[in-house]
């Protein structure tokens, strides 16, 4: 199995909710124009032809800028909206699953890690790269199972050679130490989609991190 490579440093994770009334198409693309590498949209409360809506719309900005569009946990906007690929949590379809739908087979597959068990199993086995979720808890997810931590990501760190997604309460105060601790990349949700000024956040935190 031939895996994807993963160079991207930053992921926004959007939706239109998270956005706070702006045009969340706006705050993609300024996020992307401040340094954002991916972008994952996550809709999970919208009916499944506003989500297909959305990717539609926003996978016009993606491709001009040359960016992955991945589509967190549903398969009928992956394929309707031809996205680059899907992240899927512990309790959503399974990667391996995932790699037998001949539409997504070849597409990115994120899988996200909530137990350390996890990264011996097959689901792992067949991702592109691993969600952390969440480093530290976030009012964005109210179903944390493990707050991982700094000292999570060293431990999982030294458990896989896996590209690590750091997401949850992930800021300008603690991105250098979440890559510090291991970490790829940093994922985000408020501390772009809620910034007064999101391509200023975007390039603030892409700095942190190269620095």
């Keep these: 199995m031939n895996f994807h490579s993963f160079p991207y440093q930053l992921y926004l994770v959007i939706s239109e909710a998270d956005c706070i009334g702006r045009n969340f198409l706006k705050v993609a693309e300024q996020a992307i124009l401040g340094g954002v590498d991916i972008i994952q949209l996550r809709e999970k409360n919208s009916p499944t032809n506003d989500f297909i809506r959305k990717a539609q719309q926003l996978i016009e900005i993606t491709d001009k800028h040359n960016i992955p569009l991945i589509i967190n946990d549903n398969i009928d906007v992956v394929e309707k909206a031809n996205t680059a690929g899907i992240h899927v949590g512990n309790s959503d379809a399974s990667p391996v ?115």
């Design 97 to 211: 699953y995932l790699r037998q739908q001949p539409f997504i087979q070849n597409k990115i597959i994120g899988y996200s890690i909530e137990y350390l068990e996890q990264l011996e199993n097959e689901q792992t086995k067949v991702s592109d790269y691993l969600g952390i979720s969440p480093v530290f808890r976030t009012n964005t997810k109210s179903d944390t199972v493990t707050e991982w931590g700094l000292e999570g990501i060293k431990k999982i760190r030294q458990l896989t050679e896996k590209p690590l997604v750091a997401i949850g309460n992930v800021n300008l105060t603690n991105a250098k130490d979440i890559i510090n601790a291991g970490a790829d990349c940093i994922a985000v949700v408020s501390a772009i989609c809620s910034a007064h000024d999101p391509q200023k956040a975007a390039y603030e935190l892409k700095n942190e991190i190269v620095k």
